[in-house]
């Protein structure tokens, strides 16, 4: 029987990074084994990995020689980074030098890539639509991520480009859940009028990677983008409202209200939405459920979902 290869996965203890362990780890007949890389290897996340399975090892992805170290010797390398953690664009092109440079060094046969579009491309900086944020970005936690894609081919890594999309966990992660109004009913609040937004359950992002990795060498050198659903915020709200068994109500605003609301992260996340809203049809297109379906049979739907949560979503 042919050795299992190695996928070394960052943020192996994060959303993105478990989903994708997870999913080689539960399959018995997997031609891979997972190396978790983590910055404690000694957290919960990692102790649960390790008992799955996996090699938990140390890794740091604002070091370049502990990412060449934990990739050594890998097959794939799935490479994500978390903006939230620090909300520093530089800081984000950064860290994705280092994975493509450690994913070089360690020769990595197939890297796949967790980044974003570029809205400048739609929204130049000189286009008054939505503000400029950081001098010289639109959505910086997008085009951060799309500004770092050129260091992987420039270094020739071969490597897919996976566009992911908004996920459902942010209804308990991120206060997007449903909050009580001054009137006592239950609003969740979103500028993104009746535009689909294209969302998934983030385990299901690593369900699709795993998916990718299968395919060998089919989809390196091109841009992917995944999606559980392309969801209205009414229809949204019709789920949960349905599963929690309490009236939930889109409560649209507007891009700038939204961006007003002064929450770390609001003006970025302002327009995003503004973004996926004004260019609904592209950007669902770049996400299509059909492809997403192909890699990973199993996609859940937000209902399933909000079932399977129900009791994690907060009523704040």
């Given at each position: 029987?042919?050795?299992?290869?190695?996928?070394?996965?960052?943020?192996?203890?994060?959303?993105?990074g478990?989903?994708?362990?997870?999913?080689?780890?539960?399959?018995?007949?997997?031609?891979?084994?997972?190396r978790?890389?983590?910055?404690?290897?000694?957290s919960?996340?990692?102790?649960?990995?390790?008992?799955?399975?996996?090699?938990?090892?140390?890794?740091?992805?604002?070091?370049?020689?502990?990412?060449?170290?934990?990739f050594?010797g890998?097959?794939?390398?799935?490479?994500?980074?978390?903006?939230?953690?620090?909300?520093?664009?530089?800081?984000?092109?950064?860290?994705?030098h280092?994975?493509?440079?450690?994913?070089?060094?360690?020769?990595?046969?197939?890297?796949?890539?967790?980044?974003?579009?570029?809205?400048?491309?739609?929204?130049?900086?000189?286009?008054?639509?939505?503000?400029?944020?950081?001098?010289?970005?639109?959505?910086?936690?997008f085009?951060?991520?799309?500004?770092a894609d050129?260091y992987?081919?420039?270094?020739?890594?071969?490597?897919?480009?996976?566009?992911?999309?908004?996920?459902w966990?942010?209804?308990i992660?991120?206060?997007?859940?449903?909050?009580?109004g001054?009137?006592?009913?239950?609003?969740?609040?979103?500028?993104?009028?009746d535009?689909?937004?294209p969302?998934?359950?983030?385990?299901?992002?690593?369900?699709?990677?795993?998916?990718?990795?299968?395919?060998?060498?089919?989809?390196?050198?091109?841009?992917?983008?995944?999606?559980?659903?392309?969801?209205?915020?009414?229809?949204?709200?019709?789920?949960l409202?349905?599963?929690?068994?309490v009236?939930?109500i889109?409560?649209?605003v507007?891009?700038d209200?939204?961006?007003s609301?002064?929450?770390?992260g609001?003006?970025?996340l302002?327009n995003?939405?503004?973004?996926?809203?004004?260019?609904?049809?592209?950007?669902?297109?770049?996400?299509?459920?059909?492809?997403?379906?192909?890699?990973?049979?199993?996609?859940?739907?937000f209902e399933?979902?909000v079932?399977?949560?129900?009791?994690?979503?907060?009523?704040?």
């Amino acid at each position: 029987m042919a050795e299992k290869r190695i996928i070394a996965i960052t943020g192996a203890t994060g959303a993105q990074g478990g989903g994708l362990a997870r999913a080689i780890l539960n399959d018995k007949n997997s031609p891979f084994k997972v190396r978790a890389i983590t910055r404690d290897v000694n957290s919960d996340k990692a102790k649960e990995l390790k008992k799955l399975g996996a090699d938990v090892v140390q890794g740091n992805i604002d070091e370049e020689e502990s990412i060449k170290k934990a990739f050594e010797g890998a097959y794939g390398a799935y490479c994500v980074t978390f903006y939230w953690a620090h909300m520093s664009p530089e800081r984000e092109i950064s860290n994705a030098h280092n994975l493509a440079k450690a994913a070089k060094h360690a020769g990595i046969k197939h890297a796949i890539w967790s980044t974003f579009e570029d809205t400048r491309k739609k929204v130049p900086l000189s286009d008054n639509r939505m503000p400029t944020l950081n001098g010289k970005y639109k959505v910086p936690h997008f085009d951060a991520k799309a500004e770092a894609d050129h260091y992987f081919t420039d270094l020739g890594v071969p490597t897919t480009f996976l566009l992911t999309s908004f996920y459902w966990e942010n209804l308990i992660y991120f206060g997007e859940g449903p909050k009580k109004g001054p009137d006592g009913k239950y609003y969740i609040t979103f500028p993104m009028g009746d535009k689909k937004l294209p969302s998934l359950t983030s385990e299901d992002i690593g369900k699709c990677a795993y998916g990718l990795f299968k395919l060998e060498n089919e989809f390196i050198g091109k841009t992917v983008g995944v999606a559980g659903e392309h969801l209205t915020m009414n229809k949204m709200a019709d789920s949960l409202t349905k599963v929690l068994g309490v009236d939930i109500i889109y409560n649209e605003v507007t891009p700038d209200m939204f961006r007003s609301f002064g929450f770390p992260g609001a003006d970025d996340l302002g327009n995003m939405f503004q973004y996926n809203r004004d260019f609904e049809e592209d950007f669902c297109n770049l996400r299509n459920l059909d492809f997403s379906r192909s890699l990973n049979p199993d996609l859940m739907s937000f209902e399933k979902w909000v079932i399977n949560n129900k009791n994690r979503i907060p009523l704040q």
